[in-house]
């Protein structure tokens, strides 16, 4: 059965400073994110044993936990590489015409993203992602790790507004941290992922 890893980080873990530390860095990677690959596999080890046994009293707790985790784990590997020392200012090419296309222009575009952010009720993220349904960029609010998730969506930009993710360095200001969260954005990691979801959903729909 595969089972799930957890990555490396692609910097060290003080390299977003002053934006993000090291110690949330490291925190949020080593604890956070590990727990979150331990409990996808938990979850797989057990939906195993119950096709084994053929005893299915527990799927629905056992769907909901792979669900959960696996999208903690998904969700943090696809912010890890979001993010760059050498990122923030914006996109250029393909992605800053998409988001024009779409959202009328950056400026217009970041507004809406960060709003999204900070209103967020309780835990969860602020997600741009492709659809390859209505073939457009969405932003919506993931609830938690996997709730609220258009099916069919590819995920382009996610921002963790969970709070292990800023309490650390921002409190409960959570304006400040998506504010320095613009600073470090690695818009190259974004375009190829947009880039990518293009080709893999064009004429498929």
């Known amino acids: 059965m595969t089972v799930y890893t957890l990555p490396e980080l692609p910097y060290d873990y003080a390299a977003l400073e002053p934006h993000i530390s090291g110690k949330i860095m490291e925190l949020h990677h080593d604890k956070h994110h590990k727990t979150y690959v331990d409990g996808a596999n938990t979850a797989l080890e057990a939906l195993e044993a119950a096709r084994e046994s053929a005893d299915f009293g527990s799927i629905t707790k056992l769907e909901k936990d792979l669900a959960f985790h696996l999208g903690g784990h998904t969700n943090h590997t696809v912010f890890w590489n979001n993010l760059s020392p050498d990122g923030g200012g914006e996109p250029d090419g393909e992605l ?110």
């Not at 959202?103 to 209103?119: C, I, L, N, P, V």
């Not at 602020?126 to 590819?154: I, M, Y």
């Open 96 to 205: 800053s015409a998409a988001l024009s296309e779409f959202f009328g222009d950056f400026e217009k575009f970041k507004s809406h993203f960060s709003q999204t952010a900070t209103t967020i009720q309780g835990s969860g993220w602020s997600v741009l992602a492709w659809d390859s349904v209505g073939e457009r960029l969405n932003v919506f609010q993931l609830f938690d790790q996997q709730g609220n998730v258009p099916v069919g969506t590819h995920p382009i930009l996610m921002l963790d507004m969970w709070e292990h993710a800023f309490y650390l360095d921002y409190l409960n200001v959570k304006a400040d941290y998506v504010k320095a969260f613009w600073q470090i954005v690695n818009w190259q990691d974004a375009a190829a992922r947009l880039a990518d979801a293009r080709t893999k959903t064009a004429g498929l729909i």
